[in-house]
């Protein structure tokens, strides 16, 4: 059974780099045709996509969030990593790794391909 785990600093001062990890059980992330995305939400407002890494390692990212976003893998942990540079109170957001049978920002209804979540981990950007 597929397993995602988000974890990280729960607090962050402004100017600073965000680190998250996503640790996958039950798949390895290099194998199948799957992508593994960042996603956040913030205070009020919907899902937001930040950027995926392929199964082949290929990465992907929000054009608003480029600048800023680094996603990388460590296949020896089968690990996800995400790195936001910069961060500012606009950043304080719930993250989420998800998986997705193919490329898709779409990440909710119901012709999003996303099937397989973490619970999310909740980052602050507070001085």
């Known amino acids: 059974q597929v397993q995602v785990q988000e974890s990280g600093p729960g607090l962050v001062k402004p100017w600073q780099t965000l680190s998250l990890t996503c640790t996958v059980s039950?798949?390895?992330?290099?194998?199948?045709?799957?992508?593994w995305s960042w996603i956040r939400q913030s205070p009020g407002k919907g899902l937001e996509w930040m950027g995926v890494?392929?199964?082949?390692?290929?990465?992907y990212y929000a054009p608003h969030l480029k600048s800023r976003t680094s996603i990388a893998r460590d296949l020896s942990k089968n690990q996800i990593t995400l790195q936001l540079l910069s961060v500012a109170p606009e950043d304080t957001a719930v993250y989420y790794c998800?998986?997705?049978?193919?490329?898709?920002?779409?990440?909710?209804?119901?012709?999003?391909?996303?099937?397989?979540w973490g619970q999310g981990t909740q980052v602050t950007v507070s001085s």
């Open positions: 998800a998986r997705a049978r193919y490329f898709s920002t779409v990440v909710s209804g119901p012709t999003s391909p996303y099937d397989y």
């Open positions: 039950g798949v390895s992330i290099a194998t199948g045709l799957y992508y």
């Open positions: 890494i392929s199964y082949s390692g290929s990465t």
